[in-house]
C-alpha cells in the first residue's frame, strides 16, 4: 500500500467570496479584500428589496451612513459589523451562509444577491 499524505488543509478559494455571518457581521475574504477593497477604511451598505441584493461600496474616508472596514493588514480577510443592517432590511441571518459576488463596474460596488 503506498499512503499519500493530505496536506491542503482549509478551505481558501482564491474567488472572491462574502460571508454573512449568525453573529451579525459581513465576512469579506482575503480574495476579495484584495481585488475590490484595497486601502479601503469604510463601505456604504445598500439594500435592493425587490431584487434581494446587497450593494458594498468602498470609500476611502468616513461618511454620513458608512461602516467600517476592519482589515487586519494585506492578505488578510475583512469584516463589517452589519447586524444594525441586516435586522433593518430582515435579512436572514439565522444561519451563516457565504456566496460568490459579483463587482459592477457601474456602480463601483460589489453585489451580493441573496436568492
Same mark, same amino acid.
Given at each position: ?11 481558501? +478559494?482564491?474567488? *472572491?467570496? /462574502? ?5 451579525? =457581521? %459581513? ?8 481585488? =475590490? !477593497?484595497? #486601502? ?17 461600496? *468602498? +470609500?476611502? $474616508?468616513? /461618511?454620513?451612513?458608512? !461602516?467600517?472596514? +476592519? ?7 475583512? @469584516?463589517?459589523?452589519?447586524? #444594525?443592517?441586516?435586522? =433593518?432590511?430582515?435579512?436572514?441571518? @439565522?444561519? +451563516?451562509? @457565504?456566496? =460568490?459576488?459579483?463587482?459592477?463596474? $457601474?456602480?463601483?460596488?460589489? %453585489?451580493? $444577491?441573496?436568492?
Amino acid at each position: 500500500m503506498t499512503f499519500e499524505l493530505f496536506t491542503k488543509k482549509g478551505g481558501r +478559494t482564491s474567488n *472572491p467570496k /462574502v460571508t454573512i455571518a449568525r453573529a451579525g =457581521y %459581513i465576512g469579506i475574504n482575503s480574495s476579495c479584500m484584495e481585488k =475590490y !477593497f484595497k #486601502s479601503k477604511n469604510f463601505v456604504q451598505l445598500y439594500w435592493d428589496k425587490e431584487r434581494q441584493i446587497i450593494g458594498i461600496k *468602498p +470609500t476611502e $474616508k468616513e /461618511v454620513d451612513g458608512s !461602516f467600517r472596514l +476592519t482589515n487586519e493588514g494585506e492578505r488578510r480577510p475583512g @469584516s463589517i459589523a452589519g447586524r #444594525s443592517f441586516l435586522k =433593518y432590511y430582515e435579512i436572514d441571518f @439565522s444561519k +451563516t451562509r @457565504s456566496l =460568490y459576488p459579483e463587482w459592477n463596474e $457601474k456602480d463601483n460596488m460589489l %453585489i451580493i $444577491k441573496l436568492k
